[in-house]
């Protein structure tokens, strides 16, 4: 992939250094032009208007008549080796010409009273020309009140070559200038990134295993927080490399045993000729499939629901009472072959919270599931929302409960307790604290109010208000007799109160 802009951090930083530089010797070269040309100019002018004096110096008026003995030096100040042309005029009181080039332009100013000279430029013969032009006042003659005009002119072959070799000399100091600058920046480029080498060469050699983090001491400040920053990164991929480990050998467990005796049965029985063994161990074998395939897909969700991983879904607004009431709703038929009297307790209006759907179904659904096969056969299970600062749901049975030495174990993968003769993983809470982390929400156990059982209690903190917010006009529990047969009451505004155990359809 090609790129415009040089990807080594050196010459990125000797070119942020050197095109300021170039453009900051362009401008100064401009300055340099027009300072050489002033200065040219000036001294050539200073040659001219000397040139100029010394003629002057050689007019008088003989008999009445102007004549200029013309003095080989007056020329002889501006000669050069370049081949330079030189006019000069000399011009009488009436303006009559009396010697030079009487075509030589005269100023186009008014010249002033004095001997002060006056230079100017003109086009003459087809070419620029630099003039001087002066005045000579006629003393003791009856010309007196007049003055001669002297103009000297040159072509400005000498003024540019002056010009030209001020402006490249001071290039030329300042080009090595810049040239030396670049290598001792370079130099210090160099020696400054040494320890950014020693650095690559460091991590280079690292085995890919290795994701201990980058011992920032003797590292330049600049570079502290980019590898801080790594280091934060590596850290949360070694948690993820580890909660896969482990959750590799938590599946590889807990699946061996079962894969091991469904293997076993199936053997035992090819080995045998009963139909009616057969018969039973396929119903066994399907069983236990059917144990293992929750078992899997509880891994599955386990893993996705990682805190130290991270969804890949983005949080929006949930109504949690709406979720809460539906997922219920759907485990009404596992209350009901426990024989257990399930109830959904409505908030009195919506409530949202920011959070995953999908996740959040599955919280709900562990704790109501855990709540109907942990808890007393014939019991109670109830579910409800309660608003507040946190939001709460809460499910709650009134089955044996957890003990208090235990509370904290029960959240780790696999442990059941000493509930272990009730089927089940041992995930379902595990999964619900991961959930839990990923929305930044609480979990509590605790014994309800009157009686014995157990309290599970999420706190989420609210969504920002907004949205689909209608209240509702009716709240609370509607529980329907627990007998035998008794239906399903759905009621409430809008939507389903659940009450009660289905009756079989």
């Keep these: 992939m090609s790129s415009k802009w040089p990807e080594s951090l050196r010459i990125q930083l000797l070119l942020w250094l050197l095109v300021p530089l170039l453009a900051l010797l362009l401008f100064n070269a401009w300055l340099a032009n027009r300072a050489a040309v002033a200065v040219a100019n000036g001294a050539f002018d200073r040659l001219l208007t000397a040139s100029a004096e010394a003629i002057a110096e050689n007019v008088d008026v003989r008999e009445g008549e102007v004549h200029v003995d013309l003095p080989y030096a007056a020329l002889q100040l501006l000669e050069s080796n370049m081949q330079e042309r030189i006019f000069y005029r000399v011009v009488a009181p009436g303006g009559k010409t ?66 030209q070799r001020i402006v490249a000399d001071a290039l030329m100091r300042q080009s090595l200038l810049i040239v030396a ?57 070694e948690v993820l490399q580890s909660s896969r480990q482990q959750l590799i050998a938590d599946a590889s467990h807990q699946m061996r045993t079962p894969l091991t005796e469904i293997r076993t049965q199936i053997e035992y029985t090819l080995r045998q000729d009963d139909d009616d063994l057969l018969r039973r161990t396929l119903v066994e074998v399907g069983d236990s499939v059917t144990d293992l395939s929750r078992l899997l897909t509880q891994l599955l969700l386990l ?29 009404v038929a596992a209350a009901r072959q426990r024989g257990i009297d399930i109830a959904y307790e409505a908030p009195p209006a919506p409530i949202r919270v920011r959070g995953n759907a999908l996740l959040l179904r599955e919280l709900i659904a562990n704790l109501v599931d855990n709540a109907i096969t942990h808890g007393r056969g014939g019991g109670r299970v109830t579910v409800r929302v309660v608003a507040g600062d946190p939001v709460g749901l809460e499910v709650e049975d009134d ?41 930044r929400a609480s979990v509590e156990l605790g014994t309800p109010a009157v009686g014995s059982g157990l309290v599970v ?26 007998g035998a047969g008794t239906p399903a009451a759905w009621t409430g505004p809008g939507r389903p109160a659940m009450r009660g155990r289905p009756r079989s359809p």
């Design 399 to 439: 089955g044996p409960g957890i003990p208090e030495d235990e509370r904290d174990r029960v959240f780790e993968r696999f442990y059941r307790g000493g509930d272990a003769s009730v089927a089940g993983s041992g995930l379902g809470l595990a999964i619900v604290r991961n959930i839990a982390e990923t929305h």
């Design 98 to 163: 009396v010697t030079g080039y009487d075509d030589l332009p005269m100023p186009s100013v008014p010249m002033p009273d004095g001997d002060e000279s006056v230079p100017y430029g003109a086009e003459y013969r087809g070419e620029p020309v630099h003039l001087v032009a002066l005045n000579k006042q006629l003393y003791g003659t009856a010309l007196a009140t007049a003055a001669v005009t002297v103009v000297v002119a040159e072509t400005g072959e000498a003024r540019q070559a002056l010009s």
């Design 303 to 331: 893993a996705r629901s990682d805190p130290d991983v991270g969804p890949d879904q983005r949080l929006a607004p949930v109504d949690l009472g709406e979720l809460a009431q539906a997922t219920t709703l759907e485990l």
């Design 181 to 237: 600058a670049a290598v001792l920046v370079w130099y210090a480029l160099v020696r400054g990134l040494r320890p950014l080498e020693r650095l690559r060469a460091s991590i280079a050699a690292r085995p890919p295993t290795d994701l201990a983090p980058i011992d920032l001491a003797g590292v330049p400040a600049e570079v502290a927080p980019l590898l801080a920053a790594l280091n934060h990164h590596t850290r949360r991929i």
């Design 457 to 482: 209690r999420v706190g989420f903190a609210a969504a920002p208000a907004g949205g689909d917010a209608a209240a509702a006009t009716s709240s609370g529990p509607v529980r329907a007799a627990s």
